[in-house]
């Protein structure tokens, strides 16, 4: 899977009868430059947006994000119960997967290129086209642990 650009974010928006916005330019835009490790939830994203003085409403984002991660464009992560995040879905080298702490939500991304080739390998010999493989782990961190009273 490539890197989305601009350009051909409005080529497939184009080939599914929707148009590029201004609004998913700029969604686009800040999830490209995320520091590396970094996701956002719809709620951070609109705060980043004001901040940037780019009008654009929670429901717009949420529509976006949407669409958006049905593209392949963003991955959908629930790191922490009911808590969606979002990040950009990276292209093979840089693919990776998370490590959640279930108590404190401490996040940890890892690669492990053998989850990414099974799952490719189990798409295409059902005829699909994978968009995105990810693996959650959710264990109790160290810190954690540390500070479970036993019963």
């Known amino acids: 899977m490539a890197t989305y650009t601009p350009t051909a974010m409005k080529a497939e928006l184009n080939e599914r009868g929707w148009r590029?916005?201004?609004q998913r330019e700029i969604i686009l835009e800040t999830f490209q430059n995320l520091p590396k490790g970094?996701?956002?939830s719809a709620e951070e994203l609109c705060e980043l947006m004001k901040e940037k003085g780019e009008p654009i409403s929670l429901s717009t984002i949420y529509r976006n994000v949407k669409l958006m991660a049905r593209m392949g464009i963003v991955r959908e992560l629930e790191l922490a119960e009911g808590q969606k995040r979002y990040e950009i879905n990276q292209p093979a080298p840089h693919?990776?997967?998370?490590?959640?702490?279930?108590?404190?939500?401490?996040?940890?991304?890892?690669?492990?290129?053998?989850?990414l080739k099974v799952g490719a390998k189990t798409a295409q010999k059902s005829g699909y086209q994978l968009l995105d493989c990810q693996l959650m782990?959710?264990?109790?961190?160290?810190?954690?642990?540390?500070?479970?009273?036993?019963l």
């Open 95 to 115: 693919h990776h997967h998370h490590l959640i702490c279930v108590r404190c939500n401490k996040t940890i991304e890892f690669r492990n290129d053998s989850v």
């Open 137 to 150: 782990i959710h264990a109790v961190c160290p810190t954690c642990q540390r500070s479970i009273t036993p």
């Open 20 to 22: 590029m916005t201004p």
């Open 38 to 40: 970094d996701h956002l």
